[in-house]
């Protein structure tokens, strides 16, 4: 009995130390227990191009508890993400929060800066489709490779915001991906409620190998980390809407995983897509949309069509089924091999 009481005591004050809240470090950025710091990541310049930085804060909390890893600004001109951590930097309190939060102000500086929708000016690509990216590739590459080993590996939690691109009509939603072990696809479920937003597009496609896991969010999921995307605001916008529902689903979060005492509630009865579909365009010309997002269209609805220079239909675009517009690009440019439309349906 006095053996058991000692061991007891001796395991109590062995996970007590093991526990305690430590600094944390995101490359150059070393936030004590209790603090916020922030700085910069550098991508060194490669292959004659000029590298690039990444605007980093760490909010350090005061006791133990989950790292999450906030995300803005992986595509160019998707504001909304990025001015909501601009305010959650300074609402989060590290002297009340448990664990820590790592947010990446702008992931895509090239394309922030060059006002880019969709793909690097540097490189041509897609940040969002060279996860985990490689340390001797091209700049987007190198900032994926940077996000993954700086960022995401030192996360618990992995939430990618986004909001429609400049040229994008979108309707508030979140993914949440079910591949990858089952706790982690639950745990990501439980994330995407206490996010809040009443709209989930179940994404049962993506690729489970760590080595190719294309999207940052999937790069959580494929390293056994519970992981989100989300969507809200477009069109280059920056409304206190969009921001404030950014904000909201950060604390929802926060509550969630015991990070903070309190916070909103979880959503109760979100409307849960399992069918899901992004209609591209076979034409490069001038695109005239015929739906707005939000609108629930039946199987074959004209959603709108592509001219070429001079006016002549090239092609309409149909609903493949019936479902709500998510997101409808809102602007004339349209490329061979664009997203349309994305149409989701529940089951
Ligand atoms: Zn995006």
Known sequence: MRVATVCLLFTFAVVGRAVAQEPLRVGPVTAAPGTVASGTLEVPPRGGDQGTTLPVTVVNGSKPGPVLALVAGVHGQEYTPVLALQRLRTAIDPASLSGAVIMVHVANMPSYLARTIYYSPADGKNLNRVFPGRADGTLSERIADVITREVIDRATHVVDLHCGDGNESLRPYTYWITTGPPDVAEAGRQMALAFGM??????????????????LSNTGVTRGKPALTIESGGMAQTDNESIARIERGVAGLLRHLKMRADGPAPVTKPVLFDRSEVVRSNFTGIFYGAVEKGQTVAAGTVIGRVTDFHGKVLEEFTAPFAGEVLYIIGTPAMNKGEPVVFIAATR
């Not at 597009?201 to 896991?213: I, Q, T």
């Open 198 to 215: 009443d709209r989930i597009v179940v994404d049962r496609e993506r690729p489970v190998d760590p080595k190719a896991s294309v999207y």
